[in-house]
């Protein structure tokens, strides 16, 4: 009786220790993820105003699917996907998808310049402060997120897209 | 198995024991070795008893001192190890830091970040170490806490003549009366006890759970440092703001608002060379002393209903934060972190006509956000056509790095009255490229800078937990090496009365009770063996 009652104490006391470190070392490996934006998520609302001074605000696009790219002009990653975003944004746009091209913290000069150079039609919100791209969690870019028309984030991705993956994600978000 | 120790006296006492719990007859080689058996009053280490099952051989691991020991070693090495390069929150931002480690430090950087060194209280290995530790604690604790509980509050008034002949302290055959004897140790504030003409004097018990009161605050502080992990427990982001500019503060966006923070100024101060106060010390450095890391800061919230960037902002306080002295709100602190002086932050420049080598005007270009047009009166202008922050040349083209202005570089589009047509020029620091032809140029006229200041966003729910913990471990310590915990027993026998004396430390703190005693009742002192030994 005595020797169970110990095995039982010992058991138990090591198996509630095992237990806490082991719900530690399952959230370490998330508390980085927490403060990201991750697919699956709510994309949180912002409000930036774009390159042509137009406000935009992402719940506006409820029922439409959002392509949310967060980008910069010196990034060589970032400029080789903006054709394609482009030839992509011109066959979706009709069929409910969007794409924000959010610039992280340049000067209207250089994010128009770029506009230009390369005719992109799509919207351009400038993040000045970075306070989305803060919020998003976002560290290297260009990083990608897709929304789909409920506002909840269905893929995010941080590769130079090419031309077919664009494609492969609008397919996702069409609404 | 060891079968349990039948004492002569009939006391079943588990196997292992070294002295009787109950009479206190010291078994085996117990006699040599006295002081060392009483450190925890001879019992048995639970741990060495039984070792039959996995459970009993991974608890008696963890039981071991040497163990923990060990344990301890390990984190101070892989703590050590982790200053060797920069942690994960205080490289660049926007860098992956895969990459980072490998291209700053070599192969040593991607080993150091494939074992998690770049983040090591976040790493797996390194939780489960502190883990173990208190694991180790808490089971080590329980092995020799509890006998020496039950021991303690088992004790009896008299004890076997070989414990007492074996105490460090003893003295045999004495002549004195119990009576004044009780009298003289009840005044020097020892509990007694008495069984048929023998007596037990103790004080200071409690001290002997201040191990254990310290390990309970410890096993509560990693439990603090754990709850880290644990969601809404703790934030810790870093934020850079260039003065004058608003952000919003990572971490703070809530249903109810979302917190913006302006830099208003960063401030840093050196120590005066000839104050009368520090010029000796100031004398033995030649750079400089700072003295005051500074942002004046204005803290606004905004009724954002959880959309980033949109709602009325408001005010809420203003402050200096400063080292150690953060900017406090809700649950959040500021602390002031980094800094980087003297940014570029707009460059001017004069229109000048070549030949005459006249200015007709003057301009200049925020480096941030730059305009695009610049009307200088009398029909001149000049237009910023392209703008490089930070300007490099690949393949003979014009390029910019990133987005931080180090190295600006522009193309200006100069309009004068006397031309329909627009002379193109390129200036950049030390590199100014005009086209054949021109009549004007654009020359540099001087700078703006601006300081940025880098602070922590820090949200702590674990610190009352930690400080708590803190807080008993230091009670702890207090406990046990202030107060002693002293017995002496006093054994009526034929040729006279057997005295011994035992403490847990400090013996010249007992020999000094013993010689009031002595004093008080004309008693012989009883014999330091220890101390005859040696002499």
Sequence with gaps: MKRNGRFWFRSILLALIAAAIGYTVYSSFFIKERTLVNSGDQAPDFVLTDVNGKEVRLSDYRGKGVFLNFWGTWCKPCEREMPYMERQFKVYKEQGVEILAVNVGESNIAVEDFRDKYRLTFSIPLDKNRDVTRAYGIGPIPTTLTIDKNGKVVEKTSRSLSNKDIVQMMEKIKP | ?535
């Design chain 2, 1 to 535: 198995m060891e079968k349990t120790i039948i004492c002569e006296c009939g006391h079943h006492n588990p196997p292992g024991t070294l002295i009787c719990q109950s009479c206190g007859k010291p078994f085996a080689d117990a006699k040599e070795n006295m002081e060392a058996s009483m450190r925890y009053e001879g019992t048995a280490r639970r741990s060495q008893t039984y070792n039959r099952t996995a459970v009993d051989k991974i608890w008696n691991f963890f039981s071991s001192v040497k163990v923990g020991i060990w344990i301890i070693v390990v984190i101070l090495v892989a703590a050590a190890i982790g200053t060797i390069f920069p942690q994960e929150m205080y490289i660049p931002q926007n860098v992956d830091p895969a990459s980072h480690y490998e291209s700053e430090y070599g192969n040593l950087g991607k080993i150091y970040f494939l074992l998690g060194f770049h983040n090591l209280y976040g790493s797996w290995w390194f939780i489960v170490l502190l883990g173990m530790l208190a694991l180790s604690i808490i089971v080590a604790s329980i092995d020799r806490g509890v006998p020496l509980y039950k021991s303690l509050k088992r004790q009896k008034v008299i004890r076997h003549d070989q414990f007492l002949k074996h105490q460090r302290l003893f003295a045999q055959d004495v002549k004195g009366d119990l009576g004044t004897m009780k009298i003289a140790l009840k005044e020097q504030n020892y509990k007694i006890r008495e069984e048929n003409g023998s007596l037990f004097a103790e004080k200071g018990r409690f001290s002997r759970w201040g191990p254990y009161v310290n390990h309970v605050g410890l096993v509560i502080f990693l439990a603090g440092a754990m709850l880290r992990f644990f969601p809404g427990m703790y934030v810790e982001e870093v934020l850079w703001l260039r003065e004058g500019d608003t952000a919003a503060i990572p971490g703070t966006l809530s249903e109810d608002g979302q917190y913006y923070l302006k830099n208003e100024k960063f401030i840093l101060e050196f120590y005066d060379k000839n104050d009368e106060q520090f010029k000796d010390a100031l004398q033995n450095t030649s750079n400089p002393v700072p003295k005051n890391f500074q942002t004046n800061a204005v803290l606004y919230k905004s009724d954002s209903n959880g959309t980033i960037g949109a709602g009325e902002i408001k005010k809420v306080k203003e402050g200096k934060i400063q080292v150690n002295k953060p900017l406090k709100f809700d649950s959040f602190s500021l602390y002031q972190t980094d800094f980087k002086m003297d940014e570029l932050n707009a460059m001017s420049f004069s229109l000048v006509e070549k030949e005459s080598q006249k200015k007709v005007g003057a301009f200049e270009v925020d480096l941030i956000n730059p305009k695009k047009k610049y009307d200088l009166g009398n029909g001149y202008s000049v237009n910023l056509g392209k703008y490089y922050p930070n300007y490099f040349l690949e393949d003979g083209e014009p390029k910019t790095k990133n987005n931080v202005p180090d190295n600006p570089a522009f193309v200006f589009e100069m309009i004068s009255p006397e031309s329909t047509k627009k002379e193109k020029a390129f200036v950049a620091i030390k590199n100014n490229i005009e086209m054949e032809g021109n009549r004007y140029k654009v020359e540099f006229a001087g700078i703006k800078t601006k300081n940025l200041t880098a602070l922590t966003v820090r949200k702590d729910h674990t610190l009352p937990i930690v400080s708590l913990g803190g807080i008993i471990f230091m009670i702890g310590v207090v406990q046990g090496l202030y107060w002693n915990h002293r017995r002496i027993w006093i054994k009526e026998k034929e040729g006279g009365l057997w005295i011994a004396a035992h403490t847990n430390k400090n013996w010249f703190g007992i020999k000094k009770d013993l010689q009031k005693l002595s004093d008080k009742t004309g008693i012989v002192m009883p014999e330091d063996r220890t101390a005859a030994k040696t002499a």
